[in-house]
C-alpha cells in the first residue's frame, strides 16, 4: 500500500499529485512544511496525522484560508477558468 493511499484511495492521480505536492513542500522555504513533507515522505508520518496536528495542520491551512476567501471572491467564469488551467495531464 502506498503511503498516500488513506488519502487517494487508491486513485492514481491524486496519488501523482500528492507527491508531487509533498515534493514541492519538501523543498520549501518554510522549516516546518518541509519536516513535515519529509516525514511523509519517510512514513514516519501520515498526511492525515500532519493535517490534524497542532504543529503542521496550521501551517498547511494558513496557505488553503488564503487561496479559499480568494476563490470564494470569483466569478463563476473565473472559477471555470481556474479549475481548467489546473487540471493535471493524464
Known amino acids: 500500500m502506498d503511503y498516500l493511499d488513506d488519502i487517494t484511495d487508491g486513485e492514481e492521480t491524486?496519488?501523482?499529485?500528492?507527491r508531487?505536492?509533498?515534493?514541492?513542500?519538501?523543498?520549501?522555504e518554510n522549516p516546518l512544511l518541509?519536516?513535515?513533507?519529509t516525514?511523509?515522505?519517510q512514513g514516519?508520518?501520515?498526511?492525515?496525522q500532519a493535517a490534524t496536528s497542532p504543529t503542521?495542520?496550521?501551517e498547511l491551512t494558513a496557505p488553503f484560508q488564503?487561496?479559499?476567501?480568494?476563490?470564494q471572491k470569483m466569478?463563476?467564469?473565473e472559477r471555470k477558468d481556474l479549475a481548467s488551467r489546473s487540471r493535471l495531464p493524464e
Not at 491524486?14 to 500528492?18: E, Y
Not at 508531487?20 to 520549501?28: E, M, P, V, Y
Not at 514516519?44 to 492525515?48: E, V
Open 14 to 18: 491524486r496519488t501523482h499529485a500528492l
Open 20 to 28: 508531487r505536492i509533498l515534493d514541492q513542500l519538501a523543498h520549501s
Open 34 to 37: 518541509r519536516e513535515m513533507a
Open 39 to 41: 516525514a511523509v515522505q
Open 44 to 48: 514516519q508520518l501520515t498526511l492525515r
Open 56 to 58: 503542521y495542520g496550521t
Open 66 to 71: 488564503t487561496f479559499w476567501n480568494a476563490y
Open 75 to 77: 466569478t463563476p467564469e
